[in-house]
């Protein structure tokens, strides 16, 4: 029996072996997440100043320029994204969970995922087309599109799962009490499933303020401040890319501290997304 | 809480937005990288002594100047290469007038390198360049460079080639230098914004190509003149039509630009490589913006004007400091009484 | 009034047993039609993008057709446009990211779903789902000040001395090139191969494993031989949807991979991708067929995309049916 028992040792050896290195396997995972937090953090920490939040952008090769015009920019962006793409979505999902059969229920669940999996750099030619060349401008108006279109599939989706799951009998209780289908969505189902809804809503907003590939043909960059929404505009992640290959040492330093500036805030607004879904999905999965 | 936070925050937003469209003139533009930095100073500048005038320049390469400008997307574009009849043609086409052509600086195309040991300026022959960029000279030590520079050590190394990935006008006066001294390179690949590169590898912009530059070592690429002074990488001499090894600077660019102005033509197209004279450096160009002959809006096109006839006359006071020439008075003169055309 | 209102309808999409004019009466058919407008809106702009990308290359697909894909030169200059480099590149790069990332992501899956304790796996998991939320343009950045110079003084040239008679580590060791760009998007991609494998790996009914290990494996035995192809079909739904995240990523693979239309068997090479060159050039395309030769890239980038989240969604269905349903 000892050629049984080697063998068996050898599997268990195989299987110790094995297992751990899928330990290392996670392990090198999570740990690229915080070598990219690292290195903006040393890189960009020390180039964060004043000076980056509130000056414009300098001439060619001087320093003591900061993106304050793209901030303002980015959050422009993203307002006219969110108005533009957050409705749709919403009001789109509320027909998907309460109002909708199916056959068209299916058409439009499967246009929203044929929309997320589009490559942004195709949503900028779209935009381009759709806005840009029509009103012949680049601006924020189109930039916003760009953006508010990616966040309509998220957006759908997410709160049609979240109304999904609200139990019907809230849903009943309502109705036995002589509310109509539009009050019941307005002030009971919503609410219930605010939290869900909020959550993605926050990754939407998130995965479209990093987004830098529709915005080069649509907001196209802009030195100043941008009035209005019918001119070029000015953007954090634009501004990373056009710093990070340029050969000016005090334009690199700008880039690593939009870079972590930028990730801060996306990082910081899917924290707080997951936590407040975690916190309590505020009505038990039927 | 967050609602009256998100309430205050989108007044404060609208507010911040009106104020800034008060009176306020947006002129954008868009084009060469070649002429940005002088171009981002006198911008800045003209802003300074006249706030309510803000034009915004992206540096996005002539090609794409080219084509927004015919697009109608921006007020003006910038070019190194001037538009070639086929693109006039289409503009014209389009808009019902022509496209003008205004030269502002003088500038130089110079042949950059990071070659580790090496911080002498080094000599190249026409021939050497258009091998290089042919792809048939590979190695820093060939002797078709290594003749010109007697005493140098030039590694063995493998030359990493760097050219513009965008539509270029510096990859304009690059290409149209190589056309004329080289055959080979004119029957294999031609002149133009974009072409098919041989060898080499692409950076964007001429700030991506002297990043490249920087990082890569024994690489090469052409750029223009202040991109390599700014940054302090050596570039070198080249072997002009009259058989001297000239480095680009004030002098040399300027001399390029000697006889120019008698054979300016009246829509200033023209083309100063490879050109006559003994101190002439002989990748020198001008920069041109293209400005529509017809404005819809007449306040754009007043404050256009404006700042042309500035950048003409005060705005040339600026130029030097960042290694561009200044343009021959008679050429600055010609510009004056052309800017009449546009209506 | 009581006699109206006091059928209880079953709740949800299904109308029930009122009247219409209840239902105008109660604003129910102003919103639902409010509600169907705003859906149909999805529906509007996702055609309306299919149809521009068709009409926006048509002069482009007639003048090339199918010779298209199988053209090496792209020359503005002379109007010869061919898709082959950068259809090389987008799939060279790619198959380098799955390379890389499908045994780590399976691997780190594993690791979650079967060994890690609940906490550990979910805090994991946390963090992972973070790392997929890190922008293309922070890749790009550090594509650009770690990476490549990474690749250049170390990687490459190690890789050259040990195995540099093989055509793929052949050639100049530049930092830029299609194994910098594989191994960005290798990064990239991973987090969508361990979320969606560890769902399913997750979904895998408990008496599967208890049924090997009774039989006598070890712990990995009964994971690899059974747990893992009970959820193949599911963890290829991963790989496809990492797949479609790195064909379409624009701004991380344009900062390294050299923007060359070049096609070389050697990995160090630099290259192009499709995303990247419209990335480049649609701004400056001059000329009609310029333009619509690169709408018709991003054509053809949407189809990859669209047939590769469609096969990864099926798949991904087809597995949780099956683990749900349980022996």
Known sequence: M????????????????????????????????????????????????????????????????????????????????????VPIGFLGAIYLAEFSTGPIAFVVRYAADLLNGVPSI?????????????????????GGFALGIMMIPITLRSTEDFMRAVPNTLREGAMALGASKWRTIATVIVPAAYRGIL???????????????????????????????????????????????????????????????????????????????????????? | MLRRFSALF????????????????????????????????WFDDYHKANANIQINYQPVGSGAGIKQVTEGTVDFGGSDGPMNDEQMKAYQDKHGSPILHFPTVLGAAVPTYNIPGVSQTLNFTPEALAGIFLGRVTKWNDPLIASANKGVNLPAKDIVVVHRSDGSGTTYIWTDYLSKVSDDWKNKVGKGTSINWPVGLGGKGSEGVTGLVKQTPNSMAYVELTYAAQNNIPFGAVKNSAGSFVKADLASVTAAAANSSKDMPADFRVSITNGPGKTA???????????????SDAAKRDALKTFIKWALKDGQNSVEALSYGKLPKEVAAKELKALDQVQ | MAAT????????????????????????????????????????????LV????????????????????????????????????????????????????????????????????????TLQFFIDLLAAVPSVIYGVLGVFIFIPLMREYIQPALSNTLGFIPLFSGPAYGIGFLTAGIVLAIMVIPYIISVSREVLLSVPRDQREAALALGSTRWESTWKVVVPFARTGIMGSIFLALARALGETMAVTMVIGNTPNISA????????????????????????????????????????????????????ATSQRGGGGH
């Open chain 3, 266 to 317: 050697s990995l160090f090479s630099p290259g192009y991708s499709i995303a990247a060159v419209i990335a480049n050039e649609f701004t400056e395309a001059t000329g009609d067929l310029y333009l619509q030769a690169l709408i018709e890239l991003g054509l053809v980038l949407f189809l990859l995309t669209f047939i590769l989240n469609g096969l990864a969604r099926i798949l991904i269905v």
């Open chain 2, 281 to 295: 450096y002989p990748i020198s160009s001008f920069t041109w913006l293209l400005i529509p002959s017809k404005f």
């Open chain 1, 122 to 142: 195709v949503i900028g030619i779209f935009a381009y087309a759709v806005v840009v060349l029509p009103f012949k401008h680049f601006s924020t108006l189109a």
């Open chain 2, 10 to 41: 989108v007044v404060a937003l609208a507010t911040s937005v009106s104020l800034y469209s008060q009176g306020n003139l947006l002129i954008n533009g868009a084009g060469a990288t070649f002429p940005n930095p002088i171009y981002s100073k």
């Open chain 3, 5 to 48: 209102s006091t059928t209880v309808h079953g709740a949800g999409p299904i109308a029930g047993s009122r009247s219409f004019i209840d239902r105008v009466r109660d604003g129910d058919e102003i919103a639902r039609l409010v509600t169907f407008v705003f859906a149909g809106v999805t529906v509007l702009i996702t055609l309306l």
């Open chain 1, 2 to 85: 000892s050629a049984g028992n080697a063998r068996l040792r050898w599997r268990k050896l195989v299987s110790g072996f094995m297992l751990a290195m899928t330990g290392v396997c996670a392990l090198v995972a999570v740990a690229a997440l915080f070598f990219i937090l690292g290195y903006l953090v040393y890189h960009g920490g020390t180039s964060i100043n004043w000076n980056f939040f509130t000056k414009l952008p300098a001439p060619v090769g001087e320093t003591g320029g900061g993106m304050a015009n793209a901030i303002v920019g980015s959050a422009k962006l993203l307002l006219l994204a969110t108005v533009i793409g």
């Open chain 1, 199 to 286: 959550t993605a809503v926050l990754l939407a907003f998130a995965r479209v303020a990093g987004e830098t590939a529709p915005l080069l043909f649509t907001s196209f960059g802009n030195h100043f401040w941008s009035p209005g929404w019918n001119q070029p505009i000015e953007s954090l992640p634009h501004m990373v890319y056009i710093y990070a290959i340029s050969p000016y040492e005090d334009w690199q330093r700008q880039a690593w501290a939009a870079g972590l500036v930028l990730l801060g805030l996306i990082l910081i607004i899917n924290i707080l997304a997951r936590t407040i879904l975690a916190r309590g999905v505020s009505v038990p999965r039927s």
């Open chain 3, 51 to 122: 149809i521009e990308l068709w009409t926006g290359s048509a002069a482009s697909r007639h003048k090339f057709g199918l010779n298209f894909f199988f053209t090496r030169v792209w020359d503005p200059n002379s109007g010869d446009f061919g898709a082959l480099p950068f259809i090389y590149g987008t799939l060279v790069t790619s198959a380098i990211a799955l390379a890389i990332a499908v045994p780590l992501g399976i691997g780190a899956a594993i690791f979650l779903a079967e060994l890690a304790p609940a906490r550990v796996s979910d």
